[in-house]
């Protein structure tokens, strides 16, 4: 291995990221803002290219789209480290495709329609709502749930589409006690659409309370197979 090989190895560029993942979830390099966020060792300055040839230290300007950006660290002396590929999609648009949960059918002990913030003693509710617009062919309608700041995606929904109406279901896995908040998102192209309150016990539904009434007590005592 000639000195400069030897170099090559020795200069690193540690991290590229997108600056701000606003995708489905902060892994996905879905963005509405192209920056990038390089790191590199000190004392190294940092290039970029979209070809492997044109190099500058300015970031490139993003595409609409999917985009590949080499990434490399360069010494004083002119060596330079390994090319870092980093490949993302920035998505700009504006959707006018507007997912909203519309309701939960609950199945015990009858079939019942429950409404947001209602309350329900079904674990596996099958939630159902409506779209704007239809989907894309490279896009997906995901349900999630979220907890906090944490969003966790439970899967895909059936969409279908009848004399240009487009609906939606997609049914739960097994409920825990408490409330769960879901959402139907847009994937590949990111759109929240409208939160929907559940709150699930596994006793008989003993009352009608809201959410936020159920927030305010101290805790809920749930009696299983009452």
């Not at 609950?106 to 939630?127: A, M, Q």
């Not at 408490?178 to 994937?187: E, L, P, R, T």
Request: charged share 20%; proline share 2%; aromatic share 4%.
């Amino acid at each position: 291995m000639t000195y400069p090989e030897r170099l090559r190895l020795l200069i690193i560029v540690n991290v590229v990221k997108l600056t701000t993942d606003t995708g489905l979830d902060s892994s996905d390099k879905i963005t509405k803002d192209g920056a990038l966020t390089v790191t590199s060792q000190n004392g190294t300055t940092v290039e970029y290219s979209i070809n492997g040839t044109d190099w500058s230290l300015t970031q490139p300007t993003a595409k609409e789209g999917e985009n590949i950006i080499q990434v490399r660290a360069k010494e004083l002396s002119g060596n330079v480290s390994e090319v870092t590929i980093f490949t993302f999609t920035l998505d700009t648009t504006v959707s006018n495709l507007s997912p909203v949960i519309t309701k939960a059918i609950d199945n015990i002990p009858t079939i019942e329609n429950i409404l947001t913030n209602g309350t329900s003693n079904d674990n596996t509710l099958e939630l159902v709502g409506t779209l704007t617009a239809t989907l894309a062919s490279d896009e997906k309608l995901m349900i999630v749930e979220i907890i906090g700041q944490t969003q966790t995606i439970l899967g895909e929904a059936t969409v279908t589409t009848v004399d240009g109406n487009t609906t939606w279901s997609y049914t739960t896995s097994a409920l825990s006690n408490g409330i769960h908040n879901f959402v139907a998102v847009k994937k590949n192209r990111y759109h929240i659409g409208t939160q929907f309150h559940i709150v699930y016990s596994d006793g008989i539904r003993k009352s009608r309370r809201t959410c936020a009434e159920l927030r305010a007590l101290e805790s809920i005592s749930v009696r299983s197979g009452i």
